[in-house]
């Protein structure tokens, strides 16, 4: 919830898992947030950046989360690629 100048008032904001789009429950002590460096791809140093991806314990537990991070950050790795050319 905002208020009128558009700052958020609420005491907590649910998180989503970045795989399964579920949010993530404040008694879900099984999820994890990760932040993943960005790097350069000519030169191959970190820039400083980093992207946060969030797995929520449903996953975890049926021992995708490799697979998920996997794939969410070589997703995430063609898209910065394919708006670079």
Request: charged share 20%; glycine share 8%.
């Amino acid at each position: 919830m905002q208020n009128e100048s558009g700052q958020n008032v609420d005491l907590y904001i649910p998180r989503k898992c970045s795989w399964t789009n579920r949010l993530i429950r404040a008694k879900d002590h099984g999820s994890v947030q990760l932040n993943v460096a960005n790097v350069d791809p000519v030169t191959g140093l970190y820039t400083g950046e980093t992207t946060a991806y969030a797995l929520c314990g449903y996953i975890r537990d049926k021992a995708e989360g490799d697979m998920a991070l996997t794939a969410l950050v070589e997703a995430s790795d063609t898209k910065a690629a394919a708006t670079q050319e």
